[in-house]
């Protein structure tokens, strides 16, 4: 595979893999840096990138892993437990200052839900996956994924109204 | 009519049991500008999922040129030039080695040729010194004469 084929087939969701990688790694500038890991692995085994029937699905659960260990390692420093036991406090107050406008307010509410729930939702919501492909994507059960996504939902919901009720009151 | 039949999909929405085609009504409905007051509220979830939608990895995609595929090629390429280099290392040094031992050959000839030179030139003093040997008897003989005298 030369390098135009190669972006040709990486060109069309690349975007995706970035915002699959933001919606876990928050941070703008370490979402770049995974997704970029990501294409140079994609790069670095093109000769067996054929094989996959399906591309897209395989960078996504390459980019979910890549993520997901991230933030493991993330955790395992005691910086973060330390940092996390006032940050609820500090985010919220962040958020009535930041967040004036609902939209955004709806992307702290996400950057708040489990790991799991972030990603359902962000594959259905804002890509648009169909429902197996999330199960495959995830590497979950498709009865899993329906649960994870009403509940990411419900969770959205509930938090945007009281929000709007604080906001009035 | 149509709000109520907004309301249903949510609660489908709500449920995940919402088909594809649902949850499209549900976001085209809710990205247009005339939402029913009460159902507002819902409005942001949409607006946002559209909006986060947008975003786009701004990177340059990075490819390096060594590549799997590369490498294997490159390897092949280093391979190539150290035949080269050891076919000519090994032409070159017999070379040398030729050289070397015409050169100890010649060393030895002429040698040889000195030695024997030099033998020649010391057969011929030995034969002067035998002619000089006469000459000690000359001597001799003078000496008995004058000893006579």
């Known amino acids: 595979m030369t390098q135009s084929e ?9 975007d995706k893999l970035y915002r699959l ?21 994609l790069w670095a085994r093109n000769d067996m990138m054929e094989r996959y029937k399906n591309v897209e699905a395989f960078a996504m659960t390459m980019t979910k892993n890549f993520c997901l260990d991230r933030l493991k390692s993330k955790q395992s420093g005691n910086l973060k437990l330390v940092h996390s036991n006032y940050s609820d406090e500090s985010t919220s107050l962040q958020h009535q200052v930041e967040a004036r406008d609902s939209v955004s307010w709806v992307e702290k509410i996400m950057e708040d839900l489990p790991e ?10 804002v890509e648009e996956y169909e429902f197996d492909e999330i199960a495959e994507l995830l590497e979950m059960q498709p009865t899993a994924v329906r649960v994870a996504l009403s509940r990411a939902r419900k969770t959205v919901r509930e938090k945007l109204l009281q929000k709007h009720r604080y906001g009035i009151g | 009519m149509e709000s109520d039949r907004i309301k249903k999909l949510l609660e489908k929405y709500f449920e995940a049991t919402a ?10 409905y809710f990205l247009q500008e005339e939402v029913t007051p009460e159902l507002k509220q819902y409005a942001p979830m949409f607006a946002y999922f559209s909006k986060a939608k947008e975003e786009r990895y701004t990177r340059q995609v990075p490819l390096n040129t060594v590549t799997a595929g590369n490498r294997r090629n490159l390897y092949r390429w280093i391979s190539v030039a150290a035949a080269v280099v050891l076919t000519f290392g090994i032409y070159f040094g017999n070379v040398q080695i030729e050289k070397r031992k015409t050169e100890r050959e010649q060393a030895l000839y002429a040698y040889n040729e000195t030695k024997k030179a030099l033998n020649l030139l010391a057969e011929n003093f030995g034969k002067g010194t035998e002619k000089v040997a ?3 008897e000359f001597e001799e003989a003078k000496q008995k004469i004058y000893n006579g005298n």
């Open chain 1, 116 to 125: 799991q729930q972030k990603m359902v939702l962000q594959l259905r919501d």
């Open chain 1, 6 to 14: 190669f972006l040709n087939v990486v060109m069309p969701f690349k």
């Open chain 1, 21 to 41: 990688a933001k919606r876990l790694l928050v941070s703008a500038e370490e979402a770049e840096d995974a997704t970029q890991e990501i294409l140079m692995k």
């Open chain 2, 134 to 136: 006469y000459l000690n």
């Open chain 2, 19 to 28: 088909t594809e085609a649902e949850e499209r009504t549900l976001r085209d």
